[in-house]
């Protein structure tokens, strides 16, 4: 069996070659964590992005959209706290000249302490059977102990260092924990510092003053700044949202897995205004929102997890991350915050504008609470890929790779193909993609066996084929092929539009979201 990590250089490769991802300007050698989507990869962005719009615009009466300009005032950026606090510690090693996360190298200690105790539990179920009691065993075998108290310990002295900021104590534990470098395997490190993960320009032109702007690394602030012009302007009344879908920017300090760390990503944020006090009660409503929204999509339900944060950002007084299963483990691919009135109120004091709410219903003034749900695109899109992705061994020795994507967010709907290139087959099958081009992207194939042309749409996830023979002819009558189970059937042309209909129309998945 292939390795997690082989799977994974396997779709990076099939990303490539079949015009999904492109590392950013290759002819130069790339540039780090940056990358571009291809022909492909472009319309299956498109159609996440229109899943996540228009399940926020369209199901909720209360939530409108903007689209606001990446730059912004610099204050902004000292009222949200990104500049004094947007921060990763950073560590190099010496010998191998490698930059680290000092946070992320503690943390993949304790997930190595974790899987430690893992495998002594899966050793201990397969010898015992059926009569394995886990938590007995974890209570009492002394190398679950051991390693539980290893862990215990530093979990504990690394929560303390993060919430203080203690930039010696991070290092100290690196130290103390013998922590090596995964290139040189040193322990040569330098002092702990902080980097503050903002990109910064120049406006203007120097004679007169140039002004220091930020490349924004959320969204989110475009919409504080919009609030009160959106609720007027709309009559919004609260509880009421704002949906956003943009560029962000962040000088991540080690971006690596392809794009699931990326330097320019995109974010889709809808911020939903809430009287105080009743923040618990929405969190927990977009939370569920939001996990439905992903399992609608049909990957899994056992691929999501929500992992609640134990350290709570400056700004939030509850959070929690829907994880996704990647090829390598659950990871982050959405955060819902509660993130109380933290930026208005900020906005509020820097900008020495009164930004609050009238709520006519209770007759008083104040600022809003805020529910958060941020999602990134480019995190989205690996998901559904990486879930997408399967190698298939088929009867008589031959294999097929295949994107299992959601019909509805594929990039092709159907490939239209004459059986050959002769016989006025083209032409018909011509006309029959002129009537299905209005309603779904088709692709039309005429080389190649008709084997090969159906490998091709696989690889890129097109649900449906569509053969044109001599007989389509006489009886209008075409096979129809299906990407996931390959099967193949006789039906009437006229019945192609409300088959391809069915199964990419969105309207069924929000039904699901809507429904449960
Ligand atoms: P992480 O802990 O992985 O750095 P975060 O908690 O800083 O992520 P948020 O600030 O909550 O992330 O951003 C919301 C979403 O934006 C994330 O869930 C993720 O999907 C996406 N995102 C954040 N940073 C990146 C990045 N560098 N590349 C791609 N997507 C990102």
Not at 13 to 24: D, L, T
Not at 199 to 214: L, P
Not at 406 to 419: D, E, F, G, I, N
Not at 491 to 514: D, H, Q, R
């Amino acid at each position: 069996m292939a390795s997690q990590e082989d799977v994974f250089k396997k779709l990076i490769a099939h990303c490539k070659e079949y015009g999904f991802v492109f590392p950013s300007s290759e002819i130069y050698d790339g540039l780090a964590a940056v990358y571009d989507y291809g022909q492909n990869g472009v319309e299956l962005k498109n159609n996440i992005k229109k899943y996540w719009w228009d399940s926020m615009t369209l199901l909720h009466e209360n939530v409108v959209g903007i689209d606001a300009a990446i730059f912004m005032h610099p204050t902004v950026w000292k009222a949200s706290g990104h500049v004094d606090a947007f921060n990763d510690p950073l560590i190099d090693n010496k010998d191998s000249k490698k930059r680290y996360r000092a946070d992320v190298l503690i943390e993949d200690l304790m997930a190595k302490y974790e899987e430690k105790i893992n495998k002594e539990c899966e050793k201990a179920a397969k010898r015992f059977g059926e009569k394995f009691d886990r938590e007995m065993f974890c209570q009492t075998n002394p190398r679950v102990l051991e390693q539980k108290a290893k862990l215990d310990g530093l979990h504990a002295r690394y929560v303390k260092a993060m919430e203080a900021n203690d930039l010696a104590e991070l290092k100290q534990i690196i130290v103390d924990y013998e922590i090596v470098c995964p290139i040189s395997g040193t322990k040569n490190w330098t002092d702990v510092r902080q980097f503050n993960l903002m990109f910064s320009t120049e406006m203007g032109s120097t004679a007169d003053g140039a002004m220091k702007v930020y490349l924004r690394p959320e969204t989110a602030q475009g919409i504080f700044v919009n609030y009160l012009n959106v609720q007027k302007t709309g009559r919004m009344k609260i509880p009421f949202g704002i949906a956003q879908i943009g560029k962000a920017f962040r000088n991540e300090i080690v971006a690596r897995q392809f794009i699931f760390r990326m330097r320019e990503f995109e974010q889709m944020e809808m911020q939903f205004f809430v009287r105080p006090g009743e923040e618990m009660k929405w969190f927990e409503h977009w939370k569920q929102f939001r996990l439905r929204w992903h399992k609608a999509l049909g990957l899994g339900d056992e691929k999501y997890r929500f992992h609640d944060h134990e350290k709570l950002a400056h700004y939030a007084n509850a959070a929690t991350d829907i994880e996704f299963e990647m090829p390598f483990g659950f990871k982050e691919v959405e955060g819902i915050h509660s993130r109380t009135d933290f930026d208005l109120s900020s906005h509020e004091k820097y900008s020495g504008k009164n930004i609050k709410y009238f709520d006519p219903e209770l007759n008083e003034s104040y600022t809003p609470y805020v529910i958060e749900t941020s999602i990134g695109v480019d995190r989205t899109f690996l998901s559904i890929i990486a879930a997408a992705y399967t190698e298939e061994q088929l009867e008589g020795g031959d294999s097929r790779v295949v994107l299992k994507l959601p019909p509805v967010l594929a990039p092709y709907k159907v490939c239209v193909m004459p059986l050959v290139k002769k016989d006025g087959l083209p032409e018909k099958a011509r006309e029959i993609m002129d009537e299905l081009k209005f309603d779904y992207r088709c692709a039309y194939d005429e080389k190649d066996s008709i084997g090969k042309r159906y490998r091709r749409q696989d690889a890129i996830g097109t649900p449906f084929c569509v053969t044109i023979d001599h007989d389509t002819l006489e009886d209008n009558c075409v096979t129809i092929r299906h990407r996931d189970t390959m099967e193949q059937e006789r039906v009437p042309i006229a019945s192609l539009s409300a088959t391809i209909g069915e199964a990419v129309n969105m309207k069924n998945l929000f039904k699901k979201i809507v429904n449960g």
